[in-house]
């Protein structure tokens, strides 16, 4: 009989971690499909068109052109995506992936979303200067 409690109770505590993994395998689809539906809401092409018109403003204008295309030929889409929806899945629980797909889609969301390059455009020049400000204090310091 102790032997019998032994094999069932072995049985069962190694089958544990195979019901968990059909468990997190579910909860993975779905957070990965919550992933793709915040990539509708939230294209990653808009997201590489913003970073690339930032870009290119980097270097002088005389450049410009080349290096958009350039830019626009080397970044892939598709790859960047699913790298983008696989990180949400990974990074982000199930409830936090639909409050984003859920705030993303609503009025504000979307403005939220059209305004931030300007609110990122307002603080790069500040922060720039206060990064600046640092390596002289510690060039200063050496």
């Not at 499909?33 to 290119?56: G, R």
């Not at 790298?83 to 009025?107: K, N």
């Not at 403005?111 to 990122?120: L, S």
């Amino acid at each position: 009989m102790k032997t019998l409690l032994m094999t069932g109770l072995s049985v069962a505590v190694l089958s544990m971690p195979a019901m968990a993994q059909e468990e997190s395998s579910a909860d993975l689809a779905k957070k990965i499909d919550l992933a793709k539906q915040y990539s509708q809401v939230v294209p990653v092409q808009d997201e590489v068109n913003t970073a690339i018109e930032n870009l290119v403003l980097q270097v002088p204008k005389d450049d410009r052109v080349l290096f958009k295309s350039i830019l626009e030929r080397t970044i892939k889409v598709p790859q960047l995506q699913k790298t983008s929806e696989m990180a949400l899945a990974d990074i982000f629980s199930e409830r936090e992936l639909q409050a984003l797909v859920t705030f993303y889609s609503s009025p504000e969301g979307m403005a939220v979303r059209e305004k931030m390059p300007e609110y990122q455009q307002r603080l790069k020049p500040v922060l720039e200067q206060m990064i600046r400000e640092s390596l002289e204090a510690y060039n200063n310091q050496k």
